[in-house]
């Protein structure tokens, strides 16, 4: 007798990428954690960048009145939204891929069920690129408070946000797929991170900086977000926000892709 | 003969080290095959290459009809899985875990409820559903990693270890689900290293060693074909079971150390061998043919 394989019950539709079922099933699973870690997770990422800039917009502004034409407390309000993307985004990818991975096992699971790792990185960094997104609007609601004039382009702000939220989670996921320990982190964060926070025209404009500071200015997303920010809260300025918005687009695709490739070879032996 | 599970030929390497090595298998549907070998046979690597997440480096996989790793998503849709590892969102209650994996397997929204209420009979954690998991004792987290796998129906379970570290009366509750669902019609592979696992519940063994297959067929035809229908048990100092093991080698029959004794094989009759007469069983099958004793 031949052996044949079982027949498949009812002639099936073939399961294509990016399938909207599996995306929706790994984005429950992260709401349902949310709703038991909101308090924390939403502490942390929101708390820290307004505290920043009350300390640097009280603390500093009392030196300066103005910087590059805006009040300071304007300023850095605007600019600490990107702070808070990165903060929201890129530590939160990090630190729980690693753990859901490396620890709890949990994309062991995930990958048994009809998911792939594309769709799970997908699925991940739209969650992660949502909550950076609305995240971000917090220090602008409290520079709000503190003075800052609402306008209709603040609208623009959590799009702005989420996009970028979408490149660092990427870039997060990136990091925590390449990373043997979590104790590794810490290269990443010291040596590339925080360089890039302190120079991303977030405290102070890049413009009074030697060329070549200036020049690293413009290949970090940081930067292209504060602008980017700052443009659309005080008025757009044509080409220059184009060129923003291109750069962030590019750094979310680069990096989705990226956290894919590597998680890839993290996950499947 | 349907197959759910076909391999042939599949060969699975990790740098210098080949876990499986050109393994066939079949797992015909409806019944329960189990996999049976020491640590490091190759079982753990045999269960991931069949969710496709590992790749064998050669050979075929189909699962329910669909060729892998291609089409591993569409098996992976009809099957579920039980991981050695528990792997269940501790945080969270025994309801969301359930709920987030209703969502995972496309369980359609108007029987999702349906689906979780009868998992969580099933599992017997129906008072207990509000419950953080990291509440519950090890057997109910085993339970309902197990039923988590059957929220969609599955034609194939894929069990990895399913009772290792329970205590005998939680592993023995185990069997009687699995039991059940064997009944039910799903197809189930499973591994383990109790063989009074695999004897109780698999139609089929297959014993791995170093990868490859050494033994396949019903456990009683796997006993009655290596080692015989009975058993002789000898006890004494270590001197008398070297003079045993002589003995027996002189008259062409197996042996093996078990602790404190010798067991010598295919000695039926032999009124001249003083010693305990017990049945065979797969344990005996499974020291002979792979040299192993079971950890």
């Known amino acids: 007798m031949a052996a044949t394989t079982a027949a498949p019950a009812a002639p099936q539709r073939r399961l294509g990428r990016l399938e909207r079922a599996a995306l929706q099933g790994v984005i429950v699973r992260e709401l349902v954690n949310y709703s038991s870690f909101w308090r924390s997770s939403s502490f942390a990422s929101t708390v820290e960048p307004t505290i920043y800039m009350l300390a640097f917009g009280f603390g500093f502004g009392s030196l300066v009145s103005t910087v590059a034409g805006y009040d300071y407390i304007d300023f850095v309000g605007t600019g600490i939204v990107a702070t808070t993307v990165l903060f929201a985004g890129a530590f939160p990818a990090m630190y729980s891929t690693f753990v859901k991975y490396s620890f709890q096992h949990t994309y062991d699971a995930i990958l048994a069920a009809p998911v792939d790792t594309e769709e799970l990185v997908t699925a991940e960094t739209l969650w992660i690129g949502a909550r950076t997104g609305t995240f971000g609007c917090v220090p602008m609601l409290v520079a709000i408070a503190f003075g800052l004039d609402p306008s209709w382009g603040m609208l623009l702000v959590p799009p702005i946000a989420a996009l970028a939220g979408l490149g660092w989670a990427g870039f997060g996921i990136f990091v925590a797929a390449r990373a043997r320990a979590i104790e590794s982190f810490a290269y990443w964060q010291t040596g590339l991170l925080t360089p890039m926070f302190l120079v991303a025209g977030t405290f102070f404009p890049l413009g009074e900086l030697p060329g070549w500071a200036q020049a690293l200015g413009n290949a970090n997303p940081l930067f292209h977000c504060v602008e980017l920010v700052r443009h659309a809260v005080f008025g757009f300025e044509g080409w220059v926000d184009a060129w923003h918005a291109a750069f962030l687009l590019t750094f979310a695709l680069v990096a989705w892709r990226l956290a894919i490739r590597y998680m890839e070879r993290r996950l499947i032996l | ?295």
């Open chain 2, 1 to 295: 003969m349907e197959l759910a599970i076909r391999l042939r030929g599949v060969v699975k390497r990790f740098g210098s080290l080949t876990a499986v090595d050109g393994l066939d298998l079949d797992v015909p549907a409806g019944t329960c095959v189990g996999l049976l070998g020491p640590n490091g046979a190759g079982k753990s690597t045999l269960m991931k290459a069949l969710t496709a997440q590992v790749i064998p480096d050669e050979g075929e996989l189909e699962v329910l009809g669909y060729r892998l790793p291609g089409d591993s998503k569409q098996a992976r849709a009809e099957m579920g899985v039980v991981p050695q590892l528990d792997n269940l969102d501790v945080s969270l209650s025994v309801e969301h875990n359930l709920l987030v994996f209703a969502h995972l397997y496309r369980v359609p929204a108007r029987e999702r409820r349906a689906a979780i209420d009868r998992a969580l009979a099933l599992a017997r954690l129906t008072d207990r559903r509000r419950s953080k998991v990291d509440e519950l004792s090890g057997g109910m987290r085993r339970r309902l990693l197990i039923v988590r796998a059957l929220l969609h129906r599955p034609r194939l379970l894929l069990l990895d270890e399913p009772t290792v570290g329970l205590d005998p009366q939680v592993r023995q509750e185990l069997w009687a689900l699995i039991d059940l669902l064997r009944s039910e019609g799903v197809s189930i592979l499973m591994s383990t290293h109790y063989i009074e696992e695999a004897e109780r519940l698999c139609d089929r063994v297959t014993i791995m060693s170093h990868g490859q297959a050494v033994a396949v067929g019903p456990p009683r035809e796997l006993i009655a074909e290596h080692a015989g229908p009975e058993a002789i048990e000898v006890y004494g100092p270590p001197a008398r079971l070297a003079e045993v093991e002589g003995m027996a080698e002189a008259r062409g029959w197996r042996t093996r150390r078990t602790g404190t004794s010798v067991s010598v094989l295919h000695a039926n009759g032999a009124a001249d061998l003083e010693g305990e007469r017990r049945v065979t069983n797969l344990e005996d099958v499974f020291v002979l043919l792979t040299g192993e004793e079971i950890a």
